[in-house]
């Protein structure tokens, strides 16, 4: 993902929204900015700061239509960006993980030659391999939120999303700690201010970017393979500590497990398990 910025003035913002207006591109809102014109391919974004910022593939021949020159002003870039992802929040056993990781020179491409992809689309066998050599080469940062601090935090927050953003600002920030970044790209799950909301001093001055499907970035992509690679290692720890299985997601045969642990531990040690706002505890309860 190359990305282009300019502070520009607001007659030149009216000139490329007009510009934007007769492509038909769509605009929208996002956290900080007057717009949004996005399509499948770029996004550019004009934020209040004068700032206009433009990402996408390819879009060299786009930024000279806006009338800028890229090649002489060198700031068409594939700059350093942080890129989180989740795992574990559709199943009921097990954490909450989410990952980051930032991109450098180097590993983009690195990544890409051995086949860092979506989590969802590797075995678990291959997510273990990659985590490793993605976190030597790469500045990252793993949250881990147990079942019981899970819910413990979800009692607070009372929404998933929120609970989501908290962690996905906690693993942004961990990274701005040890390397200063200016971008940050994450899966798109609710509402684009929640984590802007939930970071704090560094991360309020990045430029942070949700997408559907982010997961298609490398970068997320490898902080989504980070984040399933501990998800799988707590499992296993967990099924060690209890000796007995837990399955992933929320299937008939989770809430047979979930019989099974409540029948040989109890109903309320349940909890150092599970999430328990899932539908799954009505159906145990019934």
Same mark, same amino acid.
């Given at each position: 993902?190359?990305?282009?910025?300019?502070?520009?003035?607001?007659?030149?913002?009216?000139?490329?929204?007009?510009? =934007?207006?007769?492509?038909?591109?769509?605009?929208?809102?996002?956290?900080?900015?007057?717009?949004?014109?996005?399509?499948?391919?770029?996004?550019?974004?004009?934020?209040?700061?004068?700032?206009?910022?433009?990402?996408?593939?390819?879009?060299?021949?786009?930024?000279?239509?806006?009338?800028?020159?890229?090649?002489?002003?060198?700031?068409?870039?594939?700059?350093?960006?942080?890129?989180?992802?989740?795992?574990?929040?559709?199943?009921?056993?097990?954490?909450?993980?989410?990952?980051?990781?930032?991109?450098?020179?180097?590993?983009?491409?690195?990544?890409?030659?051995?086949?860092?992809?979506?989590?969802?689309?590797?075995?678990?066998?291959?997510?273990?391999?990659?985590?490793?050599?993605?976190? $030597?080469?790469?500045?990252?940062?793993?949250?881990?939120?147990?079942?019981?601090?899970?819910?413990?935090?979800?009692?607070?927050?009372?929404?998933?999303?929120?609970?989501? $953003?908290?962690?996905?600002?906690?693993?942004?920030?961990?990274?701005?700690?040890?390397?200063?970044?200016?971008?940050?790209?994450?899966?798109?799950?609710?509402?684009?201010?929640?984590?802007?909301?939930?970071?704090?001093?560094?991360?309020?001055?990045?430029?942070?970017?949700?997408?559907?499907?982010?997961?298609?970035?490398?970068?997320?992509?490898?902080?989504?393979?980070?984040?399933?690679?501990?998800?799988?290692?707590?499992?296993?720890?967990?099924?060690?500590? =209890?000796?007995?299985? =837990?399955?992933?997601?929320?299937?008939?045969?989770?809430?047979?497990?979930?019989?099974?642990?409540?029948?040989?531990?109890?109903?309320?040690?349940?909890?150092?398990?599970?999430?328990?706002? =899932?539908?799954?505890?009505?159906?145990?309860?019934?």
């Amino acid at each position: 993902m190359n990305t282009y910025s300019e502070k520009i003035t607001s007659q030149k913002a009216e000139e490329i929204k007009k510009y =934007f207006t007769n492509k038909k591109v769509e605009f929208d809102t996002v956290q900080y900015a007057n717009w949004r014109a996005k399509t499948a391919s770029y996004q550019a974004i004009y934020y209040t700061s004068g700032k206009l910022l433009i990402q996408g593939k390819n879009i060299d021949t786009l930024i000279k239509d806006l009338g800028f020159e890229c090649e002489e002003t060198q700031t068409l870039t594939s700059e350093n960006y942080i890129g989180t992802d989740e795992s574990g929040k559709g199943d009921f056993f097990g954490p909450l993980v989410v990952a980051g990781v930032q991109s450098n020179d180097t590993n983009k491409k690195l990544f890409t030659k051995l086949g860092v992809k979506d989590s969802k689309k590797l075995d678990d066998k291959k997510i273990i391999e990659l985590a490793n050599k993605i976190k $030597a080469n790469s500045i990252h940062s793993v949250i881990v939120i147990t079942p019981q601090k899970y819910n413990e935090l979800y009692s607070k927050f009372k929404n998933l999303n929120k609970l989501l $953003a908290w962690a996905h600002a906690r693993a942004i920030e961990n990274i701005l700690e040890k390397s200063p970044c200016n971008y940050a790209l994450a899966d798109k799950f609710g509402d684009e201010s929640l984590i802007k909301n939930a970071l704090m001093q560094k991360g309020r001055k990045i430029i942070l970017n949700q997408m559907v499907r982010a997961e298609a970035d490398v970068i997320v992509a490898a902080a989504s393979i980070l984040a399933r690679a501990e998800f799988v290692k707590r499992m296993q720890d967990m099924e060690n500590k =209890f000796e007995m299985q =837990f399955s992933k997601g929320a299937s008939n045969l989770v809430v047979e497990q979930a019989q099974s642990f409540i029948q040989k531990y109890s109903f309320e040690r349940l909890n150092e398990t599970a999430k328990m706002h =899932f539908k799954t505890v009505n159906e145990l309860l019934k």
